[in-house]
C-alpha cells in the first residue's frame, strides 16, 4: 500500500475516510469513541504537517436519505477535545456548493468534518459522479477506515480513481498486524473460531487450515461439528445443511496436520435466561432437551495449554452465550488466557473485544482490530477493495 510518511502536505487539501462509525445514544452522547482515537495517529499527522484536514464517514444505516437520528455533527466537539482544542468544523452535507465553500475557507492544521456520507445514496453505489464531487474537496485522498475497507463504497473505493490514494497509519497497522498473525514465521500459528453462525464461517476456517497449525473451536459453530461426528447436540444451535461442510474441513484439517479442536466438556441448560441452571457434560452426554451454551472447564484447561504453547493468535467469535454469566466463563478464560500468553495475539470481531474490554486486559492484547466484517474478510483470502484502492 502507498503509505503517507514522505507525501507532502504543506497546506494541501487532505480529503481522509475515516471509520466513525461509533455507538451514540438517543441523547446524543457518544458511547464509545474508540473507532475515533483509532484514527488520531493518521489526524495528527496532517496537522502537524499542516494539511487542511476534510474527514468523511459513514454512520449507521441511513439508507441513502438524510436522517438527523444518524448526524456526525456531535462528532465534531467529541474530536475537538480529543484534539486538544483544534479548530473541527462541521459542514451540514458532504458534497455540493456549500461544502465547498467551506473548504476553501479553511486553514492549515485545520479540521473539517463532513456530514453523513450515507445521506446520499451514491456513497453506497459507488456511483462515479459522486465519487467525483467528494474527490474535488481534496487535492490528496487517504483511506484509514480499514473497517469499512470490504465495502466498495465512493468514500472507499471511487474516490481513488481521481485522486492519488493513500493508506493512512490505522488501516496501515491493521493490515499488516493481521499479516504478521496469518503469515508469521514464529509456531505454532492459532486460530480461535467462536460465535454463532457457522455458515458466515466456514469460508474463513477452510482459508485458516491453509495458514494455522491448530485451531481451537468454541461456542455455537462447534455443535455443527460435533454434530458431523455423530454427537447428539439436543436442542444446540447446529446448521443441519451445513453437516457435510463441516465433515469435509474436519477431514481436510487432518489431511493438511492441522489440529482442529473441538470442546471435550461443555455447559449445558434447558434455555438461555439468567435464571437457567447449568450443568457441566462431556460432549457424548447432551441430553435431547439441553442446549450447548458455552466450553467446559476441561475444554478451557486444553485450550489454555495450547494457547500457551501458541507463537501467535488470532481470535474471533466468543465461546459461548457470554451475555449470560452463567455462559461467559469460557470466553473469559480464553481472554485471561490469551493475555497471560507471550504470543502475539489478535482480537478481531465485536463480541471478543467486549470482553476483553470488560475484563479490562486490552492492554495485555497485541492489538485489537477496529474491523469486524473486514478483518474476517482479509482472514478468509478475499482482497478488501478499499485495500487494493490503496495500492495493495
Ligand atoms: P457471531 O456474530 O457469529 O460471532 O456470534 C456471536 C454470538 O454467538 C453471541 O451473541 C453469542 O451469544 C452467540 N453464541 C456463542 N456460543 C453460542 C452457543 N453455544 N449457542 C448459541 N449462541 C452462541
Same mark, same amino acid.
Given at each position: 500500500?502507498?503509505?503517507?510518511? *514522505?507525501?507532502?502536505? *504543506? #497546506?494541501?487539501?487532505?480529503?481522509?475516510?475515516?471509520?466513525?462509525?461509533?455507538?451514540? *445514544?438517543?441523547?446524543?452522547?457518544?458511547?464509545?469513541?474508540?473507532?475515533?482515537?483509532?484514527?488520531?495517529?493518521?489526524?495528527?499527522?496532517?496537522?502537524?504537517?499542516?494539511?487542511?484536514?476534510?474527514?468523511?464517514?459513514?454512520?449507521?444505516?441511513?439508507?441513502?436519505?438524510?436522517?438527523?437520528?444518524?448526524?456526525?455533527?456531535?462528532?465534531?466537539?467529541?474530536?475537538?477535545?480529543?484534539?486538544?482544542?483544534?479548530?473541527?468544523?462541521?459542514?451540514?452535507?458532504?458534497?455540493?456548493?456549500?461544502?465547498?465553500?467551506?473548504?476553501?475557507?479553511?486553514?492549515?492544521?485545520?479540521?473539517?468534518? @463532513?456530514?453523513?456520507?450515507?445521506?446520499?445514496? #451514491?456513497?453506497?453505489?459507488?456511483?462515479?459522479?459522486?465519487?467525483?464531487?467528494?474527490?474535488? @474537496?481534496?487535492?490528496?485522498?487517504?483511506?484509514?477506515?480499514?473497517?469499512?475497507?470490504?465495502?466498495?463504497?465512493?468514500?472507499?473505493?471511487?474516490?481513488?480513481?481521481?485522486?492519488?490514494?493513500?493508506?493512512?497509519? @490505522?488501516?496501515?497497522? =491493521?493490515?499488516?498486524?493481521?499479516?504478521?498473525?496469518? =503469515?508469521?514465521?514464529?509456531?505454532?500459528?492459532?486460530?480461535?473460531?467462536?460465535?454463532?453462525?457457522?455458515?458466515?464461517?466456514?469460508?474463513?476456517?477452510?482459508?485458516?487450515?491453509?495458514?494455522?497449525?491448530?485451531?481451537?473451536?468454541?461456542?455455537?459453530?462447534?455443535?455443527?461439528?460435533?454434530?458431523?461426528?455423530?454427537?447428539?447436540?439436543?436442542?444446540?444451535?447446529?446448521?443441519?445443511?451445513?453437516?457435510?461442510?463441516?465433515?469435509?474441513? @474436519?477431514?481436510?484439517?487432518?489431511?493438511?496436520?492441522?489440529?482442529?479442536?473441538? !470442546?471435550?466438556?461443555?455447559?449445558?441448560?434447558?434455555?438461555?435466561?439468567?435464571?437457567? *441452571?447449568?450443568?457441566?457434560?462431556?460432549?457424548?452426554?447432551?441430553?435431547?432437551?439441553?442446549?450447548?451454551?458455552?466450553?467446559? !472447564?476441561?475444554?478451557?484447561?486444553?485450550?489454555?495449554?495450547?494457547?500457551?504453547?501458541?507463537?501467535?493468535?488470532?481470535?474471533?467469535?466468543?465461546?459461548?452465550?457470554?451475555?449470560?454469566?452463567?455462559?461467559?466463563? #469460557?470466553?473469559?478464560?480464553?481472554?485471561?488466557?490469551?493475555?497471560?500468553?507471550?504470543?502475539?495475539?489478535?482480537?478481531?470481531?465485536?463480541?471478543?473485544?467486549?470482553?476483553?474490554?470488560?475484563?479490562?486486559?486490552?492492554?495485555?492484547?497485541?492489538?485489537?482490530?477496529?474491523?469486524?466484517?473486514?478483518?474476517?474478510?482479509?482472514?478468509?483470502?478475499?482482497?478488501?477493495?478499499?485495500?487494493?484502492?490503496?495500492?495493495?
Amino acid at each position: 500500500m502507498r503509505n503517507l510518511r *514522505d507525501v507532502e502536505l *504543506d #497546506g494541501k487539501r487532505v480529503l481522509m475516510r475515516v471509520d466513525f462509525n461509533v455507538p451514540i *445514544d438517543k441523547q446524543g452522547n457518544i458511547l464509545d469513541d474508540g473507532k475515533m482515537r483509532g484514527a488520531l495517529s493518521t489526524i495528527e499527522h496532517v496537522l502537524a504537517h499542516n494539511g487542511k484536514l476534510i474527514l468523511m464517514s459513514h454512520l449507521g444505516r441511513p439508507k441513502g436519505k438524510p436522517n438527523p437520528e444518524y448526524s456526525l455533527k456531535e462528532l465534531a466537539p467529541h474530536l475537538k477535545k480529543l484534539l486538544n482544542g483544534t479548530v473541527v468544523n462541521f459542514a451540514e452535507d458532504c458534497v455540493g456548493p456549500e461544502v465547498e465553500e467551506k473548504v476553501n475557507n479553511m486553514k492549515p492544521g485545520e479540521v473539517l468534518l @463532513l456530514e453523513n456520507l450515507r445521506f446520499h445514496a #451514491g456513497e453506497e453505489e459507488n456511483d462515479a459522479d459522486f465519487s467525483r464531487q467528494l474527490a474535488a @474537496l481534496g487535492d490528496i485522498y487517504i483511506n484509514d477506515a480499514f473497517g469499512s475497507a470490504h465495502r466498495a463504497h465512493a468514500s472507499t473505493v471511487g474516490v481513488a480513481d481521481y485522486l492519488p490514494a493513500y493508506a493512512g497509519f @490505522l488501516m496501515e497497522a =491493521e493490515v499488516k498486524m493481521i499479516k504478521s498473525v496469518v =503469515e508469521s514465521p514464529e509456531r505454532p500459528r492459532m486460530a480461535i473460531m467462536g460465535g454463532a453462525k457457522i455458515i458466515d464461517k466456514l469460508g474463513l476456517i477452510g482459508n485458516l487450515l491453509e495458514k494455522m497449525d491448530i485451531i481451537l473451536i468454541g461456542g455455537g459453530m462447534a455443535n455443527t461439528f460435533l454434530k458431523a461426528q455423530g454427537k447428539n447436540v439436543g436442542k444446540s444451535l447446529f446448521e443441519e445443511e451445513l453437516l457435510n461442510e463441516a465433515s469435509r474441513l @474436519l477431514d481436510k484439517a487432518k489431511q493438511k496436520n492441522v489440529r482442529l479442536l473441538l !470442546p471435550v466438556d461443555v455447559v449445558i441448560a434447558g434455555e438461555i435466561s439468567a435464571a437457567a *441452571d447449568t450443568v457441566v457434560v462431556g460432549v457424548d452426554e447432551v441430553p435431547e432437551e439441553m442446549m450447548i451454551l458455552d466450553i467446559g !472447564p476441561r475444554t478451557i484447561e486444553i485450550y489454555r495449554e495450547e494457547i500457551n504453547q501458541a507463537k501467535t493468535i488470532i481470535w474471533n467469535g466468543p465461546m459461548g452465550v457470554y451475555e449470560y454469566e452463567q455462559f461467559a466463563r #469460557g470466553s473469559k478464560e480464553i481472554t485471561q488466557a490469551m493475555a497471560n500468553a507471550s504470543a502475539v495475539s489478535v482480537i478481531a470481531g465485536g463480541d471478543t473485544a467486549v470482553i476483553a474490554h470488560d475484563l479490562r486486559l486490552e492492554d495485555k492484547i497485541t492489538h485489537i482490530s477496529t474491523g469486524g466484517g473486514a478483518t474476517l474478510e482479509f482472514l478468509e483470502g478475499i482482497k478488501l477493495p478499499g485495500v487494493v484502492a490503496c495500492g495493495d
